[in-house]
């Protein structure tokens, strides 16, 4: 317990100072669902089977009850939100506009209409549906619900890169599981733990188990007001899942302990992507400079490059600039401070993307975002046989062409600083410092 506790609390913190970069609905999430596993562990021990710490009831059904609300968040927020949720058409979009998609998405974007129709039907029955089972007093119910929710989960890892958010949302659908049912997954052999475990409840059956310790009483009332704190701070959480302005991925309190999530509430129709380039030329206007792009680790950039498999990875960069697609670079600051580390050859960032056209040159003197449009290319097509897996077409300009020197005085205002340049030849006349 008092190890679980710390890493809650040094992830809670983590969190609160990465801002932006940590700005993801798992990471709610990922606090909600470490916080009940503090409770689930002995106060020190680190036996396997600590006797007189069973698995509190209070925490296996705080994991359905968390479930539960994401699931049923997911689903409302989808009815609520996009008409393409209701008229079963978002499937035909999703697999192409995801943030990351991976090779098997370029395959499923590729099934013909029906299909997807169908997929969305099922969607909604796993999200709207099946939490409802979990409600349900009756084993076979809850065990068929926690059951769906991870072969869901499951189809969604395999469909696309959807970071570790998958992967968590397994974790709390496999206490809707007992202990016999996982029996078959443990030996019979005795003194190993599903022996101790059967011991302990034969114990218990006949009477013979050691009488309760007063640390266990103090437990049971921890796990009383654990409970009750749930339930309080579930009231919020409950009307906003009732609200028709329902709210997606929100915390009601400070500490996160119990949230609102949801997904996909709007699928974009077409994708759009930032590609940033850069330059060595004097004179960013002259028809002549040549432009040369930089490629992030997952995100489509050159047409030609297979797209990646990485879940449960996540490339937190990757994800913020397909957010920033839908905006302008005004409404993402961020944005120009990573074109300016670009600029200086920052090796803190340019670690993070896949290839830098610059490593072994001196940095490019001018750096620009260009919008375009993408899309897979057809199975079969001319384009899929030359080994594309996207077409693109420009948009037009995101961010224009800028230098270190014009970005100085934008850099201090917001107090990034300007970053110093990196190579064997260093741009001349440009402050650095904050």
């Given amino acids: 317990m008092v190890v679980m506790a710390l890493l809650w609390i040094l992830y809670h913190s983590i969190v609160n100072v990465g801002q932006r970069w940590y700005s993801f609905g798992w990471e709610s999430q990922l606090l909600e669902t470490g916080f009940l596993a503090i409770f689930m562990c002995p106060l020190l021990s680190w036996r396997q089977v600590p006797r007189m710490t069973p698995t509190p009831i209070v925490t296996i059904l705080g994991y359905r009850w968390l479930i539960f609300r994401i699931m049923l968040g997911a689903g409302l927020i989808k009815i609520r939100g996009d008409q393409c949720w209701r008229d079963l058409t978002c499937m035909n979009y999703h697999y192409e506009t995801q943030p990351v998609p991976n090779p098997i998405s370029y395959y499923m974007h590729q099934e013909p209409e029906i299909f997807h129709k169908f997929e969305t039907l099922v ?34 890892i395999i469909s696309g890169n959807l970071s570790f958010l998958n992967w968590l949302t397994i974790l709390p659908s496999l206490c809707c599981m007992d202990d016999k049912f996982y029996g078959f997954l443990f030996s019979n052999s005795p003194g190993w733990a599903k022996d101790k475990v059967l011991q302990i409840q034969r114990e218990e059956r006949t009477g013979t188990a050691p009488k309760p310790t007063q640390a266990v009483y103090i437990r049971g009332v921890l796990n009383i007001c654990v409970g009750l704190l749930i339930a309080y701070l579930s009231i919020p959480v409950v009307q906003n899942l009732m609200s028709k302005h329902q709210a997606m991925n929100t915390s009601f309190d400070s500490l996160r302990i119990v949230n609102t999530y949801g997904a996909f509430g709007s699928v ?67 944005l120009v401070h990573l074109s300016a580390k670009l600029l200086a050859n920052d090796e803190e960032v340019t670690d993070l993307i896949a290839f830098n056209p610059f490593y072994h040159t001196d940095p490019p003197k001018y750096i620009r975002a260009e919008h375009y449009r993408y899309r897979f290319t057809k199975i079969g097509s001319k384009e899929a046989h030359e080994g594309k897996w996207w077409n693109r077409k420009r948009i037009g300009q995101y961010l224009p062409a800028v230098s270190l020197r014009t970005l100085s005085s934008y850099l201090r205002q917001r107090g990034y600083g300007v970053p110093k340049v990196r190579g064997k030849v260093k741009l001349k006349d440009i402050p650095h410092g904050k």
């Fill in 268 to 334: 974009t129709k077409e994708r759009t992507e930032v590609i940033l380039q850069g330059t060595s030329s004097n004179n960013p206007n002259d028809p002549n400079a040549v432009w040369l792009e930089y490629e992030f680790k997952c995100k489509p950039g050159n047409v030609t490059r297979r797209p990646c498999l990485i879940s449960p990875y996540h490339y937190r960069l990757d994800w913020l600039i397909w957010f920033a697609a839908f905006q302008s670079y005004e409404m993402n600051p961020w």
């Fill in 123 to 156: 969607n909604h029955f796993i999200e709207l549906i099946v939490p409802f089972f979990l409600l349900i007093p009756w084993r076979p119910a809850i065990i068929t619900g926690g059951l769906l929710q991870v072969l869901f989960q499951v189809i969604l």
